[in-house]
Antibody, heavy 122, light 107 residues
Framework: EVQLVESGGGLVQPGRSLRLSCIAS????????MSWVRQAPGKGLEWVGF??????????EYAASVKGRFSISRDDSKTIAYLQMDGLKTEDTAVYYC?????????????WGQGTLVTVSS | DIQMTQSPSSLSASVGDRVTITCRAS??????LGWYQQKPGKAPKRLIY???SLQSGVPSRFSGSGSGTEFTLTISSLQPEDFATYYC?????????FGQGTKVEIK
């Protein structure tokens, strides 16, 4: 059974850092790109970024709103994807979800974690 | 960046109604699009992938169509459990972008 479990959320002051983790199980983690999506309270879904599988270079892509502040990495040996968030702003307050993205369409954003809440406030 | 314009932003419908939601892409994205249902406090759930392929386990009253720049999600006969917010997501290039969402409410 495919499972994605996010952790690491919490209350953090503006300007500080936080690292989220997405622990994956039930599939061959190394075969998938891993993505992060967020949802501010009462708002729609926003794609944050993703990291390619090692077979495709293991490189990340980011939304403009987080580029230069957030970074995504992966540890295939532990089947974990990370979202490092630096220079947090109040507008980064959201539930953060991870999802997987295969090369083929059937495996794109088909499974999601339950989300972890990040609150940026002084 | 590709913009996804979703309409309507909300609609009121009755059980049994046929409902259609549209997403328009600012440039052609072939069929690189999925549709998602989200209920309050829950993660999104994929309904449709590759614009028109039904996700396994999703009722056949859901269908998707379109390619290029215009896409539709149709619910042929709305059921009580379908009241939720629906989003499209393109994966043609980077950044991926979602439509703004359509909230389907009970009339």
């Amino acid at each position: 059974e495919v499972q994605l479990v996010e952790s690491g959320g919490g209350l953090v002051q503006p300007g500080r850092s936080l690292r989220l983790s997405c622990i994956a199980s039930g599939f061959t983690f190394g075969d998938y790109a891993m993505s992060w999506v967020r949802q501010a309270p009462g708002k729609g879904l926003e794609w944050v970024g993703f990291i390619r599988s090692k077979a495709y270079g293991g490189t990340p892509e980011y939304a403009a709103s987080v580029k230069g502040r957030f970074s995504i990495s992966r540890d295939d040996s532990k089947t974990i994807a990370y979202l490092q968030m630096d220079g947090l702003k109040t507008e980064d307050t959201a539930v953060y979800y991870c999802s997987r993205e295969a090369v083929e369409p059937a495996g794109k954003y088909d499974f999601w974690g339950q989300g972890t809440l990040v609150t940026v406030s002084s | 960046d590709i913009q996804m314009t979703q309409s309507p932003s909300s609609l009121s419908a009755s059980v049994g109604d046929r409902v259609t939601i549209t997403c328009r892409a600012s440039q052609g994205i072939k069929n690189d699009l999925g549709w998602y249902q989200q209920k309050p406090g829950k993660a999104p759930k994929r309904l449709i992938y590759a614009a028109s392929s039904l996700q396994s386990g999703v009722p056949s009253r859901f269908s998707g169509s379109g390619s290029g720049t215009e896409f539709t999600l149709t619910i042929s006969s709305l059921q009580p459990e379908d009241f939720a917010t629906y989003y499209c997501l393109h994966h043609n290039n980077y950044p991926r972008t979602f439509g703004q969402g359509t909230k389907v409410e009970i009339k």
